[in-house]
């Protein structure tokens, strides 16, 4: 230990040790989550409650409610020996979310669900809370996970993923991190250890990282800081309070007897003392006026492609998500009206939705099998949160005025559950051959169109403007609406689509958007075909599941010729385009779809992918010149560079987004909705 020491530029003066035993257990990865449940989870635990009758100091540090409340199921008996030891303060509860999930992905209430469910069941089990986040192997953190954290009771944050970045070494290992609403929290990036704290290699790597503030120097930093300006107000006073945090993870029972044993060996040399998180980190407050300010995500320069691997689990994750939101104000809506609130269905809902946002299921980087469960789990998810909407809107329909202004119409419930008035496109599935038209509350008819969705179901369209958390009802007649909708025009080498808000052109030879121009402002916005499918080969040096190849630029695939290019819907509610590529081993299909109310072009993209280690994007070039792109992340929005200079903001070449990005000039933009995406990448001359 000390000649590792002296090697990296320390002496053991310089250092004091707090030894933290945990084990971090993935709850899926390369296996299933029954495993987890059946059998890391009561071994591991068992272990360390066997470890604490032999070790009188030693402690034990564990997170995740989840692995909690699958003890209790498999072994009761075991569950009440770690309750009495957690009241002894040999036991360590940490954390405070459900399970140690994605910390990208998932929308807002999610992470608010998360630390809901997850201290309430620390408060319900163990009299109490968590005051330390507990987050060391997710993928990234986003900006706004202070402000989350904070306010569901932490004071403390410890990760350790971020030491694993390809392209620069993150300036700090304790720092103030500081969310958009200007929340902050402490926190610390330590590498986890085995048993003995770390080598020469890592001691040099981090050192310059654990440097304090020069005395009255202030520093708020992001990635758009000049290192040198970081370096220049370090100090060289260094910070002797460092953790060890040992023991060996994901079924291998924890801290070992001879990982124990070491760190007694340093605590009776006085290096150290065996201590629990909540001995350490208050020790870290006394420097407050001497830690930085970090006002920015935490980006890992590294699982670049945790973002997009498994395209299917991002949108049953995303569809999982909105459909709760309807469930749960539908169902508020019922019980204004005396229906009971399904609060425990819904509460196992949710649970099952925050299992499969694990930091190694949502991403993609599991076994087959891991997503057989997973398909099973949103299945089921699906059938439970639809079977809670159909009770909801039968409840709402039975308090509402249903009287058609004419004989012989039929109603339709139409519910907004988001909290703004929209005006958007409705559907209804109808029989093959059957169409209606719509009229308001007023009698009079409204534009419809009954078209075959991109399903392949026959749908009735038409615009429905709903209040706030409302509803409206419209009626329904056999029949079919007799009127204009967007103009359509075709010549011999484009398509064109055109309402009174944009026109959008298509190029028949290549299938691409050629024009977007927007009437309002009178302005193009694109600067060069879009809507383009780009492959790219994809052969990252490791991690495959999680990593993006740093050169995947230069290594293009051909992406099939456009086989068809027509336009296949047309009348009174929208018009749209669809673009077929043949393949062989890969197809797609795109369809282009304009509203005749609406300045959203919709561009759908389905493939028949069997093209392997490959990446595959869209395209879109804008008119639009922006210092910054806006990216939606959880309850917040973030500003990233649309040039960026710094080696660090360079290296965020591949970056994560919740339902939308936009890039403006303040005075107009273009935003791209998308429908179960998470990452995204700029092309720098546009």
């Not at 006073?237 to 460092?242: A, C, K, L, S, T």
């Not at 006026?289 to 006002?295: G, S």
């Not at 909407?389 to 409840?395: A, E, K, M, R, V």
């Not at 197809?587 to 280690?613: C, G, N, Y």
């Amino acid at each position: 230990y000390i000649s590792q020491l002296k090697a990296g530029g320390l002496e053991p003066k310089d250092v004091f040790l707090y030894s933290l035993g945990q084990s971090h257990i993935d709850a899926a990865w390369r296996w299933r989550w029954r495993q987890t449940r059946d059998y890391k989870c009561p071994r591991t635990f068992g272990k360390a409650i066997k470890h604490m009758d032999e070790f009188p100091d030693f402690s034990y540090h564990q997170s995740a409610p989840q692995y909690y409340e699958w003890t209790r199921e498999v072994d009761p008996e075991l569950f009440e020996k770690i309750k009495q030891r957690e009241k002894e303060g040999r036991w360590v509860i940490v954390g405070g979310m459900w399970i140690e999930p994605d910390c990208n992905m998932p929308e807002g209430e999610s992470f608010v669900r998360q630390r809901l469910y997850g201290q309430r069941y620390f408060l319900e089990h163990f009299g109490h809370i968590s005051e330390i986040a507990w987050l060391l192997d997710s993928f990234g953190y986003n900006w706004n996970l202070p402000q989350i954290v904070v306010k569901s009771g932490a004071k403390y944050m410890w990760t350790s993923k971020i030491t694993w970045n390809d392209t620069t070494i993150f300036p700090f290992h304790l720092f103030w991190w500081q969310a958009p609403d200007g929340t902050k929290i402490l926190t610390h990036i330590c590498p986890i250890s085995a048993g003995i704290p770390f080598n020469a290699e890592e001691v040099s790597k981090f050192k310059s990282t654990r440097y304090l503030l020069k005395p009255g120097v202030k520093l708020t930093a992001d990635y758009s800081t000049p290192p040198e300006k970081i370096e220049e107000a370090k100090s060289k006073d260094f910070v002797p309070e460092m953790a060890v945090f040992y023991g060996v993870g994901d079924g291998g029972h924890g801290p070992q007897r001879w990982e124990i044993k070491a760190q007694l060996a340093f605590q009776e040399l006085g290096y150290g003392k065996l201590a629990s998180a909540y001995e350490f980190f208050p020790q870290l407050d006394k420097y407050g006026e001497r830690i930085p300010v970090w006002n920015d995500e935490l980006y890992l320069e590294y699982h670049r492609g945790v973002m997009t691997t498994h395209e299917w689990i991002k949108r049953a994750n995303r569809r999982a998500e909105a459909l709760m939101r309807s469930v749960e104000a539908i169902c508020s809506w019922a019980h204004l009206l005396g229906e009971k609130y399904p609060l425990n269905k819904i509460t196992a809902i949710w649970k099952v939705i925050l299992l499969n946002q694990f930091h190694d299921i949502l991403p993609g980087s599991s076994i087959p099998e891991v997503y057989k469960d997973a398909h099973q789990h949103y299945q089921w998810i699906q059938n439970e949160a639809k079977s809670l909407l159909n009770q909801g809107i039968t409840s709402l329909a039975q308090n509402v005025n249903t009287q058609p202004p004419q004989p012989g119409m039929e109603p339709i419930l139409v519910f907004n559950p988001l909290g703004w008035e929209r005006n958007d496109l409705a559907q209804v599935e109808v029989s093959a051959g059957q169409c209606y038209q719509v009229f308001d509350q007023r009698g009079k008819e409204i534009p419809s169109q009954c078209a075959q969705g991109e399903d392949g179901k026959n749908y009735l369209y038409f615009s429905a403007q709903v209040p706030a958390l409302g509803w409206k009802v419209y009626w329904l007649k056999p029949g079919r609406y007799q009127g204009e909708g967007p103009q359509t025009k075709e010549t011999q080498n484009q398509i064109i689509l055109e309402n009174d808000l944009v026109k959008i052109a298509i190029d028949k030879k290549t299938g691409w958007l050629t024009s977007l121009y927007d009437k309002r402002l009178k302005k193009e916005l694109l600067s060069a075909p879009s809507n383009k499918i780009l492959a790219f080969k994809d052969q990252p040096q490791m991690y495959s599941a999680w990593n993006i190849s740093h050169n995947y630029l230069k290594n293009p695939i051909p992406v099939p010729e456009p086989s068809s290019v027509k336009i296949v819907q047309k009348g009174p509610v929208l018009a749209q385009v669809l673009v077929e590529r043949k393949g062989d081993p890969t197809s797609f299909k795109q369809w282009i779809t304009l509203t005749a109310f609406s300045p959203l072009v919709r561009l759908t993209t389905f493939t028949d992918m069997h093209w392997k280690e490959t990446l595959v994007k869209v395209e879109y070039n804008t008119s639009i010149k922006s210092d910054k792109v806006w990216a939606e992340i959880p309850y917040a929005v973030i500003g990233r560079p649309t040039h960026p200079k710094t080696p660090a903001e360079k290296a965020r070449w591949e970056m994560p987004c919740q339902k939308w990005i936009d890039l403006n000039d303040s005075k107009y933009g273009l935003a791209l909705l998308n429908r179960g995406k998470y990452g995204f990448s700029l092309n720098q001359e546009g």
